[in-house]
């Protein structure tokens, strides 16, 4: 295991942000970290940072001890807070290189970082003028500059449309699979549509450690799709395996399926074939939100 935390206690006065959080996280995963409000989300991952530096028990990192090798640390974590601060009136590449040398980076591979976030066209663009989600790409292109081995996403699509959400996701996915990427989130599905493992805190407390495939296994298929335009569920009900759907909300889909194999591609296909844009498709899992629901009330 490489990133190691053991017996994590902070406290603000008397009140007890965290109490004993144990947990051991690895390369080529992606871990989502859920809780209600003032759980002690945030307060973890700004010790994982190094930005409270008050706080007992230890945590390691290939041998290295946070609190005594902090800086070695942090040249090996990567870090996008929930309200990306960014200067809007630079540029993309401009704003890059000005944090590198910040940093003291030396060579920062701009090119490669620019291509990987998908802002190649918009290297010359003031950030500014860019969308939503394509400041989050440069937030995330920042905390790529030192190439990190574990990198820590705070509320990562907070504000994002359905499709910036699903590039966003898609971007987290493939960073997470030679990363430690730990993923701080309120919602449900987007846990279950980026992570591989989730961790459950309450008021200080880890309640729950579960790899997310063992939490899928045995319960039946449920996709979520949004559509452009409201659809009959009829319609819907002709792709093979359903059994059921719901219009949740607008042009909101619940479709409820009697197999295991992913159906997201048919429902894919169907959109295609019925010239539908879809805004959304992910997978429910209901024994994910039985779990928090347990875990937390």
Same mark, same amino acid.
């Given at each position: 295991?490489?990133?190691?935390?053991?017996?994590?206690?902070?406290?603000?006065?008397?009140?007890?942000?965290?109490?004993?959080?144990?947990?051991?996280?690895?390369?080529?995963?992606?871990?989502?970290?859920?809780?209600?409000?003032?759980?002690?989300?945030?307060?973890?991952?700004?010790?994982?940072?190094?930005?409270?530096?008050?706080?007992?028990?230890?945590?390691?990192?290939?041998?290295?001890?946070?609190?005594?090798?902090?800086?070695?640390?942090?040249?090996?974590?990567?870090?996008?807070?929930?309200?990306?601060?960014?200067?809007?009136?630079?540029?993309?590449?401009?704003?890059?290189?000005?944090?590198?040398?910040?940093? @003291?980076?030396?060579?920062?591979?701009?090119?490669?970082?620019?291509?990987?976030?998908?802002?190649?066209?918009?290297?010359?663009?003031?950030?500014?003028?860019?969308?939503?989600?394509?400041?989050?790409?440069?937030?995330?292109? $920042?905390?790529?500059?030192?190439?990190?081995?574990?990198?820590?996403?705070?509320?990562? $699509?907070?504000?994002?449309?359905?499709?910036?959400?699903?590039?966003?996701?898609?971007?987290?996915?493939?960073?997470?699979?030679?990363?430690?990427?730990?993923?701080?989130?309120?919602?449900?599905?987007?846990?279950?549509?980026?992570?591989?493992?989730?961790?459950?805190?309450?008021?200080? @407390?880890?309640?729950?450690?579960?790899?997310?495939?063992?939490?899928?296994?045995?319960?039946?298929?449920?996709?979520?799709?949004?559509?452009?335009?409201?659809?009959?569920?009829?319609?819907?009900?002709?792709?093979?395996?359903?059994?059921?759907?719901?219009?949740?909300?607008?042009?909101?889909?619940?479709?409820?399926?009697?197999?295991?194999?992913?159906?997201?591609?048919?429902?894919?296909?169907?959109?295609?074939?019925?010239?539908?844009?879809?805004?959304?498709?992910?997978?429910?899992?209901?024994?994910?939100?039985?779990?928090?629901?347990?875990?937390?009330?």
């Amino acid at each position: 295991m490489a990133l190691v935390l053991n017996q994590i206690k902070k406290k603000y006065g008397t009140i007890e942000a965290l109490q004993g959080i144990s947990v051991a996280m690895k390369a080529g995963e992606v871990v989502g970290l859920l809780g209600p409000n003032g759980a002690g989300k945030s307060t973890l991952m700004k010790i994982l940072t190094g930005s409270i530096e008050q706080w007992d028990g230890t945590i390691t990192y290939k041998g290295d001890d946070l609190r005594n090798s902090l800086k070695s640390v942090q040249q090996r974590t990567g870090y996008l807070p929930e309200n990306n601060p960014l200067y809007g009136e630079l540029f993309v590449l401009e704003y890059l290189q000005f944090t590198a040398s910040l940093y @003291k980076i030396k060579n920062a591979p701009f090119t490669s970082i620019i291509e990987q976030v998908g802002l190649t066209e918009f290297k010359n663009r003031k950030i500014e003028t860019l969308s939503k989600g394509y400041q989050q790409r440069v937030g995330i292109a $920042t905390a790529l500059l030192h190439d990190p081995e574990i990198l820590i996403l705070d509320e990562p $699509t907070t504000g994002l449309d359905p499709n910036q959400m699903v590039e966003i996701r898609k971007l987290i996915r493939s960073l997470g699979e030679d990363k430690i990427v730990i993923l701080s989130s309120h919602i449900l599905s987007e846990v279950e549509s980026i992570c591989d493992r989730v961790l459950i805190i309450k008021e200080g @407390k880890l309640v729950a450690d579960q790899n997310l495939d063992e939490l899928r296994k045995g319960q039946q298929q449920i996709i979520l799709v949004e559509f452009d335009y409201r659809i009959e569920t009829e319609a819907l009900s002709k792709i093979p395996h359903v059994t059921k759907v719901v219009n949740t909300f607008d042009f909101n889909y619940e479709i409820h399926l009697d197999t295991q194999e992913d159906m997201r591609p048919q429902v894919f296909d169907f959109a295609h074939d019925n010239e539908l844009k879809i805004l959304g498709l992910q997978l429910k899992n209901e024994n994910l939100e039985q779990l928090f629901t347990q875990s937390t009330t």
